[in-house]
């Protein structure tokens, strides 16, 4: 069964770093672009951020750009967003999703993670 697991949320106060963990099962995530998405309470799911196959950061959200990475371990099969300097706008829940082609766009991408919660607050 191919799947997506994501973790690693949490409550972060404002200022604060936290790494969230996208882990494959099923395939190898070695051959695919991943993407960054998230969901904020009342609002629609947004791209912020897409990773080629061969690791290179395709695009970034304005809004989390300077602040959020993201890396491959391919001998783990996953991949990692590091998200620093979090503010309470970052609060939502966040997916990671493995599709053919690097992009920012929902459609593009087959196979989702669960999703984790992320709560930045004091």
């Known amino acids: 069964q191919l799947q997506l697991v994501n973790s690693g949320g949490g409550l972060v106060q404002p200022g604060g770093s936290l790494r969230l963990s996208c882990e494959a099962s099923?395939?190898?995530?070695?051959?695919?672009?991943v993407a960054w998405f998230r969901q904020a309470p009342g609002k629609e799911r947004e791209g912020i951020l897409s990773?080629?196959?061969?690791?290179?950061?395709?695009d970034y959200a304005d809004s989390v750009k300077g602040r959020f990475t993201s890396s491959r371990d391919n001998a783990k099969n996953m991949v990692y967003l590091q998200m620093n300097s979090l503010k309470p706008e970052d609060t939502a829940t966040y997916y990671c999703?493995?599709?053919?082609?690097?992009?920012?766009?929902?459609?593009?991408?087959?196979?989702w993670g669960q999703g984790t919660l992320v709560i930045v607050s004091s």
């Open positions: 099923g395939f190898s995530l070695n051959y695919y672009a």
């Open positions: 990773l080629s196959s061969a690791g290179i950061t395709t």
């Open positions: 999703a493995a599709g053919h082609y690097p992009s920012l766009l929902q459609g593009r991408y087959d196979l």
